[in-house]
C-alpha cells in the first residue's frame, strides 16, 4: 500500500532528526498533506500507529493538517485557496493558472524528548 512507504520514510525521517538532536523519544509528529497529494489521512494514520511501533516514534502522537489547493493566477496575480481540483481562475477565469500548494506531504514540526 502507498501510505506504507510513505510512513517508512517519514518514520525514517524522524529517526534522523531525532539522533541529530540526541533525542531518546519522539513525542509529537506534526505532517501537512495536501488535498492533492494522493494521501489518505485516515490510512496514513494507521500505517503510522503499526510503524511506529518497533521504534522512536513509539509514543509519538501523529497530527496531520490537511492543506488545501492553491492556485495561482498569472494573468490576474491572485492566489485562490479552493476546496476541489480546479485549474481555471475564479477571478478572471484563465487556465493560466499554476497549482503552487496542496501536492506535497511534509513533515512540519517533532516534538523531541531529550535529557
Ligand atoms: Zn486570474
Known sequence: MHE???VG???AQCEQHALENRAYSIARVVIKIGVMSGVEPELLKTAFETFKLDGICKNAELEMQIQPLVIHCSDC???TQLEERNLICP???SFNTRLTEGEEM???QLELETE
Open 91 to 93: 477571478e478572471c477565469k
Open 9 to 11: 520514510a517519514l518514520i
Open 77 to 79: 496575480d491572485t492566489r
Open 4 to 6: 506504507y512507504s510513505i
Open 106 to 108: 511534509l513533515l512540519m
